[in-house]
């Protein structure tokens, strides 16, 4: 926990003194550009293929009903992003019918070009403050999905008012497009603007149960993260010998962190 040194009783038990972990409020940010219309390699319940922007939407609403279940304090707004940020529902709220009929109301959109992310830096800063004058803090969930345009954005290194996750879904690497370089200006943006620990997370295997794995990894809050390179969670169920454990091979991912 940060800020939280632990002290020894004597008796060799480990204890933390208490600390006040704050109710968030969660700013979405859903990429609608026209790649977000790419099919993933699963299929619905109508047999149809599902697109990057319906596995968003089901993972949004997972995460949500998972989150509310923890603490039905927090509370989420929404926010598109094209060439730049726009509110899709700028009002935080906790009631799940009305996540519902935001999530719902997004829809992707023609090609979008590079992604600005000034003014949801801008927007997020302002959300911030109002919440902390609540006791409660922000978090900014951005999901991306362009292989080939890296986002850019204007904001000063020393403004850090809220935490910053990325869920990035990406094309494999080709002539065409720089997945990679997409993800290095993502890791620079979040390292940029986030107060508390911010984790990025990528694959470009086009599998939408990695996406709801990854999602469920942001429930945990930003007061009570250890730092990503010691996330090893989720863990295998099924112990199997490192010959015949395909897992990682099927979750290979293109790119790399910088870090």
């Given amino acids: 926990m940060e800020g939280i040194e632990g002290e020894s009783s004597g008796a060799g038990r480990f204890t933390l003194p208490p600390m006040r972990i704050s109710n ?17 390699k699963s299929t619905g319940f109508n047999g149809k293929p599902v697109t990057r922007v319906d596995a968003m939407k089901q993972a949004i609403l997972l995460f949500v009903n998972s989150k ?3 603490n039905p304090d927090h509370r989420f707004a929404f926010v598109t992003l094209a ?10 709220s906790s009631d799940i019918e009305s996540t519902l009929t935001a999530v719902r109301g997004i829809s992707a959109t023609s090609a979008c070009g590079q992604a600005d992310l000034t003014h949801l830096f801008k927007l997020a ?14 978090r900014v969930i951005l999901i991306y999905c362009r292989s080939s345009v890296r986002p850019q954005h204007q904001w000063p290194v020393n403004q850090k008012l809220f935490t910053m996750d990325v869920l990035y879904l990406h094309d494999k690497p080709g002539p065409d497009n720089c997945p ?13 603007v986030s107060e508390n620990e911010g984790y990025i997370f990528e694959s470009g295997q ?21 730092v990503q390179d010691d996330v090893d969670i989720p863990k295998s169920l099924v112990k199997k010998s490192p010959a015949a454990d395909t897992t990682n091979g099927e979750d290979t991912v293109p790119v790399t962190s910088s870090q």
């Fill in 83 to 92: 060439k730049t940020a726009s509110w899709l529902r700028k009002e935080f």
């Fill in 125 to 138: 800063s302002h959300e911030a403050k109002k919440s902390r004058a609540q006791n409660r803090i922000l």
């Fill in 68 to 70: 509310l279940s923890i």
């Fill in 180 to 192: 990679q370089k997409v993800y290095d200006a993502l890791v620079d943006a979040l390292e940029h």
């Fill in 24 to 40: 968030e409020d969660i700013i979405f940010c859903v990429d609608v550009d026209a790649e977000s219309l790419v099919e993933m």
């Fill in 206 to 226: 086009g599998l939408a149960r990695i996406l709801f794995r990854q999602m469920c990894v942001l429930l945990s809050h930003p007061q009570q993260r250890c």
